[in-house]
């Protein structure tokens, strides 16, 4: 059968529904995210630091910040694709008010990725105002990180969806979190360089989301421009595309029934 | 009225939930300008033809057309001329009643000047504009049920679907809503409705079809319905087992139909006072004797055989 296609203009409808929404709280709900990035640099970064003078011949602060950016982006995206979706779509009902108008499920996936995109670039930037506030990525080549936030944050937001449109229970988050994102979290090359480990974690990492982008992101910042960023530019390109498409669908079949 | 064509038309319409058959072959038409209700208890099939009808479920078989256009094809242009209440509650609660109806315009695209008119005029007729700025939290259940019709309005749809409009508030907002109702048919908005209220479809109804486990199983204006399948006057008896079987023996030939319930005998009749006399006669120990006029609920009663089931 047939479904029809997705309309961004719908879809940006229910992106302003979040946008209104989010204007009324924006200065609560923005404050921590400057925190974080302060804290996390405070004590990975100088306390952590303060024992690991160098890691790949830069200062740890300096090899922690790049990933630890990339991270934040992660945790903002899914949390909105995971929990805010999950509770607007079985809770509050929302979902159901906007679906009897003329926008569709697509429609309403795609403008909740787009809002989940918005969200991870907001941690994200952030973060980076944070860095540039400590001397870090002061060069022109730093403005390549701009777009990539709201392409990182695209790619997280899928996969946060796609995880939701299977669940019937707000509790089986928890396994995303904690077996899939804090294990990217740790294993994503954010604290310690993949190369020392062994092959095998190495592949696996190949095929895991934030790894991709950790790299884009210490690549840009330290100026280390060689065609491996491109790949991992690819690699985030192709996922997000695919994953876009198949989540279109698993959203679609769980709202049209 | 009856020379237009009809604004909705189902035919052979099936809905299969895995083995459940929720809505088994039904065929019915919409006219225009008119009230057309869905009776039935719960899970009879009610809202999942309202739900195939505002293009959120599909059909597994037969066709459906809204305005014009084919339901499964046409989506977007369907929804756009069909306003909704939901059964449950789908006001957005992180928003103000006004934000509520101007973030709502914007997904039928309205233009904002448009859309923050039509909002005011609709927040003055349905009396919100003490909470204008509130958030929907504030509202009593009537209020939130009248903002959700006002929402359900803001693109000024020609047909407003209701499910179960009256549900769950008291007596004052119901007859608020139901007023609210008349008006909008008054204006030519074609409102479809689902209920187990008997008392609401026959207030508002033009129409009626009785739905009962995935089947229309009659399909009249109340009046006709009352007329056809029950007589126009019960007599209502509550009494033992003995005593109503001995007033069935004795008064059979006076009776058109009855009814059995687990505390009552109900007696349908041309002539209910005659028939009330006639048991008074019988001097028997009963606890209730009365007549009345034959409602919708002995409609349903008399077509299922059995009681509404909440």
Not at chain 2, 253 to 275: G, V
Request: glycine share 8%; net charge neutral; proline share 4%.
């Amino acid at each position: 059968m047939q479904t029809p296609k997705v309309s961004f203009r719908a879809a940006r409808r229910v992106w302003q529904r979040n946008a209104t929404v989010y204007k009324r709280t924006w200065k609560l709900n923005i404050l921590p995210n400057f925190f974080e990035p302060f804290l996390y640099l405070l004590g990975m970064g100088i306390g952590l630091g303060a024992y690991i003078n160098e890691m790949q011949g830069i200062r740890y602060i300096e090899f922690i910040a790049p990933g630890l950016l990339i991270s934040s982006i992660m945790w903002g995206a899914t949390l909105e694709t995971t929990y805010n979706v999950f509770v607007k779509m079985n809770f509050d009902r929302i979902y159901d008010g906007i679906l009897s108008t003329p926008v569709n499920p697509k429609d309403l996936a795609l403008g909740e990725l787009l809002w989940g995109a918005t969200r991870g670039s907001l941690y994200g930037g952030a973060f980076f105002s944070i860095l540039f506030l400590f001397g870090m990525g002061l060069h022109w080549g730093i403005l390549l990180i701009l777009p990539l936030l709201f392409i990182i944050g695209f790619m997280f937001a899928t996969i946060g969806l796609l995880f939701t449109s299977f669940i019937k229970e707000i509790e089986l988050f928890n396994y995303f979190f904690t077996l899939f994102l804090t294990p990217l979290f740790l294993f994503s090359g954010i604290f310690f360089p993949l190369t020392e480990l062994p092959a095998l974690v190495q592949t696996i990492a190949w095929f895991t989301p934030l790894y991709h982008g950790v790299e884009l992101s210490r690549g840009i910042f330290l100026q280390k421009w060689s065609l491996d960023l491109l790949w991992h530019f690819c690699w985030i390109l192709v996922v997000t595309g695919l994953n876009t498409a198949l989540v279109l669908r698993t959203i679609h079949g769980r709202l049209y029934r | 009225m009856s020379t237009s064509k009809p604004i909705v038309i189902a035919h052979d319409l099936i809905k299969r939930y895995g083995s459940l058959t929720a809505v088994n072959k039904i065929n019915f038409q919409i006219e225009p300008g008119t009230c057309y209700g869905f009776l039935g208890p719960n899970g009879a099939g009610k809202t999942t033809v309202m739900r195939m009808i505002y293009c959120v479920t599909p059909l597994n078989s037969g066709s459906l057309t809204v305005n014009g256009l084919d339901v499964m094809s046409n989506m977007s242009e369907v929804k756009r001329g069909i306003g909704v209440v939901t059964q449950d509650d789908s006001l957005d609660y992180d928003l103000n009643v006004l934000n509520n109806l101007l973030v709502y315009a914007r997904y039928y695209d309205l233009p904002k000047t448009q859309a923050l008119h039509r909002a005011n005029e609709l927040i003055e007729f349905f009396q919100l504009e003490e909470k204008r700025l509130e958030n929907v939290r504030a509202l009593s259940g009537g209020m939130k049920r009248r903002l959700q019709i006002a929402r359900a309005l803001i693109n000024k749809p020609n047909i407003l679907i209701l499910d179960e409009p009256s549900t769950g508030l008291d007596p004052q907002a119901r007859h608020h809503v139901w007023a609210k109702c008349h008006e909008l048919i008054e204006q030519g908005v074609t409102l479809l409705l689902t209920t187990h209220y008997m008392d609401e479809a026959e207030q508002l109804c033009d129409r009626l079809a009785v739905m009962d486990r995935g089947n229309i199983i009659a399909e009249n204006s109340p009046w006709e319905l009352i007329k056809k399948e029950v007589s126009p006057q019960v007599v209502e008896v509550r009494a033992d087992g003995k005593q109503r079987t001995r007033i069935l023996e004795r008064l059979k030939a006076n009776i058109s139909d009855h009814e059995e319930l687990s505390d009552r005998l109900l007696l349908y009749t041309e002539d209910a006072t005659a028939l009330y006399t006639d048991i008074q006669a019988m001097a028997l120990p009963l606890k209730t004797l009365l007549t009345r006029r034959s409602s919708m609920e002995d409609v349903f009663l008399k077509l299922t055989g059995r009681g509404l089931i909440d």
